[in-house]
Nanobody, 123 residues
Framework: QVQLVESGGGLVQAGGSLRLSCAAS????????MAWFRQAPGKDREFVAG????????GYDDSVHGRCTISRDDANNMVFLQLDRLIPDDTAVYYC????????????????WGQGTQVTVSS
C-alpha cells in the first residue's frame, strides 16, 4: 500500500519561508518521479515543482521559479519543497505526488497522492 504523507505547512508572514516534507511508504522514491502540486480556494490543482526519477532534472512553475527548491532524499524515502520569500498568492493546500516513471508534469500522470498540507501566507 503506497502512502504519501505531507507535513511542514502552516501560517507564515509574507517574506517568510517554509519547508514542506513528503514521506513515502510502500514506494521507493528512488524509482519514482516526484512532484508537488497546490490547490488554492476556488482554483484548479496546479503544478508547482517536479523532480525526475534520477534527481537530476528539477522543474518549476513560473509562479514559484526562483523562490522554490524541490529535492529528494531517496535513502529515507523523502521529498522536500523549500518555499522562500512567500507571498499571499502561495496560499494553498500543497500535495505531494509520485509516479513510477522518469518524469511527469500533468496531474493526470500522477499515480499516487498525499492528503495535502495547508500553507497560508499572511500579508
Amino acid at each position: 500500500q503506497v502512502q504519501l504523507v505531507e507535513s511542514g505547512g502552516g501560517l507564515v508572514q509574507a517574506g517568510g519561508s517554509l519547508r514542506l516534507s513528503c514521506a513515502a511508504s510502500g514506494l521507493a522514491t528512488s524509482s519514482s518521479a516526484m512532484a508537488w502540486f497546490r490547490q488554492a480556494p476556488g482554483k484548479d490543482r496546479e503544478f508547482v515543482a517536479g523532480i525526475s526519477r534520477s534527481g537530476r532534472t528539477p522543474g518549476y512553475d513560473d509562479s514559484v521559479h526562483g523562490r522554490c527548491t524541490i529535492s529528494r532524499d531517496d535513502a529515507n524515502n523523502m521529498v522536500f519543497l523549500q518555499l522562500d520569500r512567500l507571498i499571499p498568492d502561495d496560499t494553498a493546500v500543497y500535495y505531494c505526488a509520485g509516479a513510477k516513471r522518469q518524469y511527469f508534469l500533468p496531474a493526470t500522470e500522477a499515480e499516487y497522492w498525499g492528503q495535502g498540507t495547508q500553507v497560508t501566507v499572511s500579508s
